[in-house]
């Protein structure tokens, strides 16, 4: 299993940005998918999960600011990311698994939220 992440960039604060996940080289509708982070200085972090039927959870800090989504079609894991601040400022991983579980990592992308 291959996962690419993109999507990342440098955002003001309450600005939104649209991460992407592509998978291959598996039955991407087998696998629930999660996106997790980590900030400089600081340790991974699980933001969100969506499961093989489409069940979404997310981290307290940022309930009804995100959103991730799947496309079962396209192979592909999406997180909406709105209202974002500055402490979101972090690498971004696509993972394959959850909770607490990961099986693949994808490599990563930037965010970056200034103030």
Request: charged share 15%.
């Amino acid at each position: 299993v291959q996962l690419q992440a993109s999507g990342g960039g440098s955002v003001q604060a309450g600005g939104s940005l649209r991460l992407s996940c592509t998978f291959s080289g598996g039955t991407f509708s087998d696998y629930d998918m999660a996106w997790l982070r980590q900030a400089p200085g600081k340790g991974r972090e699980w933001v969100a999960r969506i499961s093989r039927n489409h069940a979404a959870y997310y981290v307290g800090s940022v309930q009804g600011r995100f959103s991730i989504s799947r496309n079962n079609i396209e192979n592909a894991v999406y997180l909406q990311m709105r209202s974002l601040r500055p402490e979101d400022t972090a690498v971004y991983y696509c993972a394959v698994g959850g909770p607490g579980e990961y099986k693949y990592w994808g490599q990563g992308t930037l965010v970056t939220v200034s103030s």
